[in-house]
């Protein structure tokens, strides 16, 4: 908005608007004090067209983003969380809370627990030092300490880290803004569940079935925020927040959550469909075959992320799937794609039985 109230429009406005009698050429009284005026209603314009963008959810970000959505619906951006780890140290000596471990990459994990003697082996509890993916690794990756500990002379994590998960995109957050102004929650109807899902950290979409298992059962299909599968952790996590169910079901459907009393809520992970890719593809010689099947292989995973436990877009299209490669970088063209052995569309279930997102498999390129 006021795109066009530049200084030289506003200048000309006001110059055409003055008469003809007087001279209006640079340098004359008329030009010269006319262009002053200009430059100040410029700065004007400038001022409102940003206060305009304020009060447009569409233009808004990050702090300015969350401040809209807050004063406006109550709606709080999903924070990030550290990636955790169990730790098996080995010598004989002490690991203190705040002693640093790390991948050969660099990335840093710090012990949560206090002082724990170590005898031969022993187990600590780590984090990552940074919030978000960048502490998913997999299982032995954390084996060197940046400062040498006294008497502990190795260390592995034997499993992969959990928990590291990104705080939620703008994008995301301002989806959450419109389904609240679309779909307003009350009462424990379905749009609660929804909104108690994915305003979970970790969560990235969910997606909601009523009397899935007979009255009062409600089902969650939940991903994780790259819209791909949860694990075990998450799952719970959020089953502990929505309807904790306790030992041996003890607490379940009886309001102990965030679900109202006598609703038997189900947090579950959907199903991966497989999604292979076959194709030729005639490539740029500026880009290493690697970079072009990387590329392509980010492309389409985007897209498939995209679409996870989207009702409207209940399928992997064949057309945008096609549209991807001949549109990632180092691909001049392309022939003979297929997709999981097909030159059609993959529907993807989306019932309470078989609730499907699809995860790219394969990706098999010959370069002619």
Not at 3 to 12: A, F, R
Not at 194 to 223: C, P, Y
Request: with cysteine; glycine share 10%.
């Amino acid at each position: 908005m006021y795109e066009d109230k530049t200084i030289d429009s506003i200048h000309q406005q006001i110059l055409d608007n003055i008469s003809d009698d007087y001279e209006k050429s640079p340098g004359e009284l008329a030009y010269d004090l006319s262009r002053a005026f200009a430059i100040e209603e410029a700065l004007i314009y400038s001022a409102l067209s940003q206060i305009v963008d304020l009060i447009d959810v569409d233009k808004l970000s990050g702090e300015d983003l969350e401040k809209y959505v807050y004063q406006r619906k109550g709606v709080v951006r999903v924070p990030g969380s550290y990636a955790k780890a169990q730790l098996a140290v080995i010598g004989n000596g002490t690991v203190s809370k705040g002693d640093l471990f790390e991948t050969p990459s660099g990335i840093q994990f710090s012990c949560v627990d206090g002082s724990t003697a170590i005898s031969g082996t022993g187990l600590v509890n780590v984090q990552c030092t940074q919030i978000g993916t960048i502490g998913m690794v997999g299982a032995n990756s954390i084996t060197q300490m940046p400062v040498t500990l006294q008497g502990i002379t190795g260390c592995t994590n034997l499993q992969a880290t959990t928990g590291g998960y990104e705080a939620e995109s703008d994008s995301h957050l301002r989806d959450r803004y419109y389904q609240e102004l679309q779909e307003p929650s009350a009462s424990g109807n379905m749009d609660n569940y929804k909104q108690w899902a994915e305003s979970h950290t970790g969560v990235g979409r969910a997606m909601v079935f009523s009397l899935w298992n007979g009255d009062n059962t409600v089902k969650v299909v939940i991903t994780d925020s790259n819209q791909g599968l949860p694990d075990q952790t998450l799952i719970n996590a959020v089953q502990e927040y929505i309807d904790p169910k306790g030992e041996n079901n003890n607490t379940w459907g009886v309001g102990a959550g965030a679900a109202p009393l006598g609703a038997y809520c189900t947090v579950a992970s959907p199903i991966a469909k497989t999604i292979n890719i076959n194709v030729q593809v005639s490539k740029d010689a500026n880009y290493t075959d690697d970079e072009v099947k990387q590329n392509i292989t980010d492309y389409i995973t985007g897209y498939l992320q995209s679409i996870a436990l989207d009702e409207d877009n209940n399928y992997v299209s064949y057309a945008k799937v096609g549209n991807l490669i001949l549109n990632a970088n180092g691909v001049m063209d392309y022939s003979s794609l297929t997709i999981n052995g097909g030159n059609a569309n993959i529907p993807l279930s989306l019932t309470n039985e078989s609730c499907e997102i699809p995860v790219l498999g394969a990706v098999t390129i010959t370069y002619v």
